[in-house]
């Protein structure tokens, strides 16, 4: 091997080793490779096609609310009540899910304040079994809304989901109604329930709290629907317009409040608790 062979293989062999695995990232939209230190200081939205990138519970939560917020504990459920299994056991996705996630399931709720505004914040993270509403999910959604309801504070919640978890059944679907009485139990209380519409929401959880809010946001290019557009288009045999169940075609049909960017999420919410507040109405 000659002198410039040796020199050659040190240099590449010295680049792959200094260079980690995580220092670029690509965005799904527009295939741009970005600078993951740019992309996080970005909120994690592009800077290029300002693609919103999807986030888990806890950046989301670090996002919206003030320093020194509190986790509410995960509720307790059975984990597999009809001992399902399809290619694999329910248990072993939850294991695998849980492998790779910081919480025991989908959904997370923080307690603490907006810009000073007091808060109880449900996140849904698409990353464990997509989002999808089991008996644990209700549970926490529940335990959000009961901690508004304490704290005589308004509930938000951003929904990030593929629907039901097909794993639990009847069980899965009984989450509905129960969170819907939740939204009625703080309207009745004069709290302030907004939804945040995060990419994607779909599903029985479109179909039930992530619809019921007395405001709604959404993040730009979310996907919102309840079926999917290929199941709509079979179905009534037309072709879809651009753009459809994306959140600025849903906020020209009044599906939704407004479109919000991330950046300006954390503000936009802060305002909207002091128009809504009933402490400030007071």
């Known amino acids: 091997m000659s002198w410039l062979s040796r020199v050659r293989n040190s240099l590449l062999f010295r680049s792959k080793k200094e260079s980690p695995d995580n220092l670029w990232v690509k965005c799904p939209h527009c295939k741009e490779m970005l600078f993951t230190q740019e992309y996080e200081a970005n909120l994690f939205v592009c800077p ?66 907006i810009e000073g ?30 901690k508004a309801l304490s704290e005589k504070s308004a509930y938000i919640v951003v929904t990030a989901a593929g629907g039901a978890r097909m794993q639990e059944g009847i069980l899965s679907l009984m989450q509905m109604p129960k969170a819907t009485v939740m939204t009625r139990r703080l309207k009745e209380a004069g709290l302030p329930y907004i939804v945040v519409l995060a990419d994607p929401t779909t599903g029985g959880v479109t179909a039930s709290y992530a619809m019921l809010g007395d405001v709604h946001i959404a993040e730009p290019g ?44 954390r503000h936009t919410l802060a305002q909207l608790l002091d128009y809504l507040s009933p402490a400030k109405a007071a």
Do not use: W
Request: charged share 25%.
């Open 222 to 265: 979310a996907l919102i629907g309840f079926a999917g557009q290929r199941v709509i288009q079979d179905t009534i045999r037309e072709q879809l317009p651009e753009g459809f169940q994306r959140a600025e075609y849903l906020h020209k049909h009044g599906m939704v409040d407004m479109v919000v960017e991330r950046k300006e999420l």
């Open 48 to 113: 290029r096609c300002e693609h919103h990138g999807r986030i888990g519970a806890d950046v989301r939560l670090a996002q919206l609310l003030d320093d020194g917020f509190k986790l509410l504990p995960a509720p307790k459920v059975a984990e597999d009540p009809l001992k399902f299994r399809d290619t694999k056991r329910y248990t072993e996705r939850l294991k695998a899910a849980r492998a790779n996630n910081p919480h025991a399931d989908a959904f997370t709720v923080g307690f603490g304040t």
């Open 117 to 146: 505004r007091k808060a109880v914040v449900g996140v849904q993270d698409f990353t464990f079994m997509g989002g999808s509403m089991g008996m644990a999910v209700g549970a926490a959604f529940v335990a959000g809304a009961e």
